[in-house]
């Protein structure tokens, strides 16, 4: 079903509002909201509203990313593409691996690791406290005391730390697919 020429207004609000908005819901998630929420809630009230908000942004990202490629390839058959247009198209497509992989394991792996964590600080009294950097010596000693808290928080740290690597990726895909569309308006 793909189409030559100029796609509809409403194809293009749609693409606009897609990317947009998962450019919003990155940078607000990224940058944003994990600082405020660090420094005002206690580490297993931030742990429980990550463990929610995560996955259903995590998801909800997958599938812009995924109507984004899908619109665009519609509007840009294979056979016409010139090299900008190829090369958009693979941005939208790694955007849309990425995000599928963060989505479906790194932020569930990251979420089930932090909640068996949770479960055991909250048996040595831990979690209540404020930030994730205070009571530092609490938690290293919970490591070095107990070998299986101390494997999940090294595997916490490592799906953290691709998860991240993820959605930094998408967010330069979805950087360059905002200047690729504002390279592209013809007037404001």
Same mark, same amino acid.
């Given at each position: 079903?793909?189409? /030559? *020429?100029?796609?509809?207004?409403?194809?293009k609000?749609?693409?606009? #509002?897609?990317?947009?908005?998962?450019?919003?819901?990155?940078?607000? +998630?990224?940058?944003?909201?994990?600082? #405020?929420?660090?420094?005002?809630?206690? $580490?297993?009230? +931030?742990?429980? %509203? =990550?463990? $929610?908000? &995560?996955? +259903?942004?995590? @998801?909800?990202?997958?599938?812009?990313a995924?109507?984004?490629?899908?619109?665009?390839? #519609?509007?840009?058959?294979?056979?016409?593409?010139?090299?900008? /247009?190829?090369?958009? %198209? *693979? #941005?939208?497509?790694?955007? &849309?691996? &990425?995000?599928? &992989?963060?989505?479906?394991?790194?932020? =569930?792996?990251?979420?089930? %690791?932090?909640?068996?964590? @949770?479960?055991?600080?909250?048996?040595?009294?831990?979690?209540?406290?404020?930030?994730?950097s !205070?009571?530092?010596?609490?938690?290293?000693?919970?490591? /070095?005391?107990?070998?299986?808290? $101390?494997?999940?928080?090294?595997?916490?740290?490592?799906?953290?730390?691709?998860?991240?690597?993820?959605? %930094?990726?998408?967010?330069?895909?979805?950087?360059?697919?905002?200047?690729?569309?504002? /390279?592209?308006? !013809?007037?404001?």
């Open positions: 079903m793909t189409t /030559e *020429g100029d796609p509809s207004l409403s194809a609000l749609l693409q606009l #509002v897609l990317l947009s908005t998962y450019w919003g819901m990155q940078i607000w +998630f990224t940058c944003i909201s994990s600082f #405020v929420m660090d420094s005002h809630l206690n $580490r297993h009230t +931030f742990g429980l %509203i =990550q463990s $929610r908000l &995560v996955p +259903f942004y995590l @998801h909800l990202g997958s599938l812009c995924f109507l984004n490629l899908t619109l665009f390839a #519609v509007y840009h058959p294979a056979d016409l593409l010139d090299d900008r /247009e190829a090369f958009q %198209i *693979g #941005v939208y497509f790694l955007c &849309v691996s &990425v995000a599928a &992989v963060n989505a479906q394991w790194f932020g =569930q792996m990251t979420s089930e %690791i932090m909640e068996d964590m @949770h479960l055991m600080e909250q048996a040595q009294g831990l979690g209540q406290d404020i930030g994730l !205070t009571n530092r010596e609490a938690y290293a000693k919970l490591c /070095e005391t107990d070998g299986r808290y $101390r494997r999940l928080s090294g595997q916490l740290w490592l799906y953290r730390l691709l998860s991240s690597l993820c959605n %930094i990726c998408c967010i330069t895909c979805n950087a360059y697919s905002l200047y690729y569309l504002a /390279e592209n308006l !013809t007037s404001l």
